[in-house]
């Protein structure tokens, strides 16, 4: 199993900037990927932002690119999720996410708040 713990969210002024971080621990030697996810209140949860954890491949819903960045530092088994230019609409619940090789589970961490006011 893998675990995960996000810090980072918080209340930022529209065209702000905030940085996520996931910590994982556990099986992380077989980490396939790592993502973010978000939900926003009555909608459902959508992909935000991908990196293959071996190949350091990217991808970003469309909404997001040219302002969010996931990076990642392989030795702090950390991903990170820099928002820039954030907008009202990217107000949601973000949830760091991890696939192990091998392994069919998806794992969760807990969400992180983020609130961007207009």
């Known amino acids: 199993q893998v675990q995960l713990v996000e810090s980072g969210g918080g209340l930022v002024q529209a065209g702000g900037s905030l940085r996520l971080s996931c910590v994982a621990s556990?099986?992380?030697?077989?980490?396939?990927?790592m993502g973010w996810f978000r939900q926003a209140p009555g909608k459902e949860r959508e992909s935000v932002a991908y990196?293959?954890?071996?190949?350091?491949?990217?991808a970003y819903l469309d909404s997001v690119k040219g302002r969010f960045t996931i990076s990642r530092d392989n030795a702090k088994n950390t991903v990170y999720l820099q928002m820039d230019s954030l907008k009202p609409e990217d107000t949601a619940v973000y949830y760091c996410?991890?696939?192990?090789?091998?392994?069919?589970?998806?794992?969760w961490g807990q969400g992180t708040q983020v609130t961007v006011s207009s």
């Open positions: 996410n991890a696939r192990v090789v091998g392994d069919p589970n998806r794992y």
């Open positions: 556990g099986r992380t030697f077989s980490l396939y990927d």
């Open positions: 990196r293959g954890w071996r190949d350091g491949s990217t």
